[in-house]
């Protein structure tokens, strides 16, 4: 009979932020598909006779070749193995994961979704911070800094953003980082709105640098590349 | 000595959404003081020993005593308790997270945060989606329905909540879901656009009604009173 393949979010990179469903499914899986940004240290939680395939998948920058990516994880469970698909995050959250279940349920692959800890939260965590506040901040926003080719999306709500009302948390954001800034205070944001740049969440390497919406679009107190 | 805070997040209901991390902070507490969205199964997973407190707090709702709840977390650390100050969802997300934090540094209390699955990724997981997509959404927001009288918020960004090219995930939404509908309606997003009204999320009774936002605003295709 088919196998199945179940999308599971590792969280941001502590293995500590698996969840006890994200490590049983990595204990039952005969071949676990996962990305680059998954630590080596979760993978060693997974069942010692898993076989391990690297995508090498770069969330949404220029080396996707999510077809690729579709066609394995079906061929395998075609073939009857128990697939475990691990992103790093939440698969529901800039993931891709759409597209890997339109790609089972073509395939007639029963599929299954375990959610992760988002970046968003354990960055919060890690500050002692929340992203909302009944006073200061009504509303949470996530988005991603990249479209398809690494650069800053054409079709962004500025509006949206440049709302003094909302946490705005921007995943993958280090590469466009001023240009969206520049954007967000030409749009109203005043330029003294707090800024948390963090790098590399929840890892032994976490880094982190405060500024304001103003000097990141100068160009300053920007994380340096991990 | 003085004890701890740990503020926790205990995810949507079903146990298996703890984190590693969440399960090892249940096991070494001396108290947990937890919330009504907290599920008894993630009670006992706490030790034995340890005494439990609840504090009956409904998220925004009018019920609230957060002075009460702070002063009881700082009083319990500071006779020298190893407090677990567990909450539904992550703590960073509309969880009054920040207020507790304040208040353990106040009082010289050391006070950490562990995140958790907010109630979004796991709905989402649960329908097999995602809450972005590259094409269609690339922005996810999150906003209560609840201000601390339980109406619904003066402050909306309506232009925000709108935008068709965005995810919109409501907290605690049930009561005022056909108001908001109709402001969002009334603010040009799409009558067809379509709707998903989840209760229970992740637990055995989990609901959910497939819907369009018209049909919400028009006060039908609500979930029944969980």
Same mark, same amino acid.
């Given at each position: ?27 039952? +899986?005969?071949?676990?598909? $996962? ?9 060693? &939680? ?72 988002? =970046? ?6 890690? &500050? ?26 054409? @079709? ?14 921007? $995943?993958?954001?280090?590469? =466009?980082? @001023? ?17 948390? +740049?963090? @790098? ?7 880094? @982190? ?12 107190? &920007?994380?340096?590349?991990?």
């Amino acid at each position: 009979g088919p196998g199945e393949v179940v999308i599971v979010g590792a969280g941001p990179g502590d293995p500590e932020l698996l969840t006890l469903k994200a490590m049983r499914e990595l204990q039952a +899986a005969d071949v676990i598909v $996962y990305d680059r940004l998954v630590t080596p240290a979760i993978l060693e &939680l997974a069942r010692r006779e898993a076989r391990r395939v690297h995508v090498g998948k770069e969330g949404h920058g220029a080396s996707c070749r999510q077809d690729d990516i579709n066609a394995l994880i079906v061929d395998l469970a075609l073939a009857g193995e128990r697939v475990v698909r691990l992103k790093g995050g939440d698969p529901a959250i800039f993931g891709r994961t759409g597209e890997e279940v339109a790609a089972c349920r073509e395939a007639g692959v029963p599929v299954r979704v375990v959610p992760g800890i988002t =970046t968003a939260s354990a960055a919060a965590a890690s &500050l002692n911070a929340s992203l909302t506040h009944r006073d200061h901040a009504q509303r949470v926003q996530f988005i991603t800094a990249h479209d398809r080719h690494g650069d800053l999306p054409e @079709s962004l709500n500025l509006a949206a953003l440049a709302d003094p009302l909302a946490t705005t948390v921007v $995943y993958m954001g280090r590469r =466009t980082a @001023s240009k969206l800034a520049t954007r967000m205070v030409e749009s109203g944001l005043p330029s003294d709105t707090p800024v948390v +740049a963090i @790098s590399n969440v929840s890892r032994d390497d976490q880094d @982190s640098v405060h500024s304001t919406i103003g000097n990141v679009a100068r160009g300053i107190d &920007l994380p340096e590349d991990g």
